[in-house]
């Protein structure tokens, strides 16, 4: 139970395998495995780090996808230069961290299991932002914006030097309500394509 819990706190993979004869029961690291399955006589438990999500951005609409994650219980880490913003989420009990670097993206918070949703309305935090993002292995990375604005992204990041295979991991635009106009459902559709 230690290891287990040493193992959820650290947010790392693991297979508990239990021998149905014997009625053991060891922990493996999980490697690919997702699935539960019998092998012979052990079952196999794949326990994989509960989805999270990192907020990079600011205005009404990151207000929005940050209350609706709240209340879907998930994980999440706010980044923001707007003062504004944090202080509406502040009120609504809800913690943001203040961007004044792109070292807010902090280096430990990106996993496999960690999506980032990048919303800015200041477009000069947007290209440093990202490409510092892009440096992790989130298994998402969407942005918000329109054609035009991720026409200009791409040009951005490709002149900071990110390479072409890290650039194909954004998705944009995002949600899966295409053409969302009110901030409740563009939360609600960022939140599902996420999850």
Known sequence: LESIAERRATRRPFTLVTDIVRGESWIED???ETACVRRGDAFHRAYLPPVRVLLAGGGPALIAVAALIRVAGLDMHIITPDDAVRAELSARGIEAHGLIDVRAVEDDFGDPWTAAVVAFHEHAWEAPV?????TRPYFYVGVMGSRKAHETRLAQ????????????RLKSPIGMI?????RVTLAA????DVL
């Not at 990202?130 to 892009?134: G, S, T, V």
């Not at 295409?178 to 009110?182: E, H, N, V, Y």
């Open 30 to 32: 999980a490697g690919r």
């Open 178 to 182: 295409g053409g969302a106009k009110s």
């Open 130 to 134: 990202l490409a510092r993002i892009l």
């Open 189 to 192: 559709g960022i939140l599902a």
């Open 157 to 168: 990041l490709r002149e900071m030097g990110v390479r072409d295979e890290d650039i194909a």
